[in-house]
């Protein structure tokens, strides 16, 4: 099983900042990673997939990068509906899918 | 517009039974391979199964092998999930989600609103 890994476990920023949060791999998933967003009470929403590309809808001020078994969720300036928790999820070549633990992106 | 709609979650005791339902409707879900997602109550998400467009393969996590089953009924846009031996652990919001593509797996680009299901006495 791929064991994804986010960092930190909790960001704590002002509305107008930059977020970065990171996903790491146990192995490697090529560029099969996978970035949703999820409010209180909602269900996630599509984000990013294959790493860097924006889901439809999704504002230009979310960006991915990243390969292998390192990658990163920039949110270039956080808007007041942007508070809310991140998860990655991998879907490589085996199952069983799997995400990461989530950041929790709050006001500071 | 895409939508997912999950029902038959509820409140059932360890060592029962419960089927969910997932009716889908704006887009031709018999091309799609479709996911149970859950969330225990303040934890993360968890990967329950996947089945692929035509019915013809379903995986599962290990955490409800042999336990849950995963179908669908395209005639009907409608998935399910069949729990058995149901134990405390398996407590969470069920999510359907709609897979990317038709066969395999990959990411899920629309979810469902999510449906609770509460194992205790």
């Known amino acids: 099983e791929i064991v994804l890994t986010q960092s930190p476990g909790t960001l704590s920023l002002s509305p107008g900042e930059r977020a970065t949060l990171s996903c790491r791999a146990s192995?490697?998933?090529?560029?099969?990673l996978a970035w949703y967003q999820q409010k209180p009470g909602q269900a996630p929403r599509l984000l990013m997939y294959g790493a860097s590309s924006r889901a439809t809808g999704i504002p230009d001020r979310f960006s991915g990068s990243g390969s292998g078994t390192d990658f990163t969720l920039t949110i270039s300036r956080l808007e007041p509906e942007d508070f809310a928790v991140y998860y990655c999820q991998q879907y490589g070549s085996s199952l069983p899918l799997t995400f990461g633990g989530g950041t929790k992106v709050e006001i500071k | 517009q895409v939508q997912l709609v999950e029902s038959g979650g509820g409140v059932v005791q360890p060592g029962r039974s419960l089927r969910l339902s997932c009716a889908a409707s704006g887009f031709t879900f018999s091309t799609c391979g479709m996911h149970w997602v859950r969330q225990a109550p303040g934890k993360g998400l968890e990967w329950v199964a996947v089945i692929w467009s035509d019915g013809s393969n379903g995986n599962y996590a290990d955490s409800v092998k042999g336990r849950f089953t995963i179908s669908r009924d395209n005639s009907k846009n409608t998935l399910y999930l069949q729990m058995n031996s149901l134990r405390a652990d398996d407590t969470a919001v069920y999510y359907c989600a709609r897979d990317r593509y038709g066969s395999g797996w990959s990411y899920f680009d629309y979810w469902g609103q999510g449906t609770l299901v509460t194992v205790s006495t």
């Open positions: 192995q490697s998933v090529s560029s099969y």
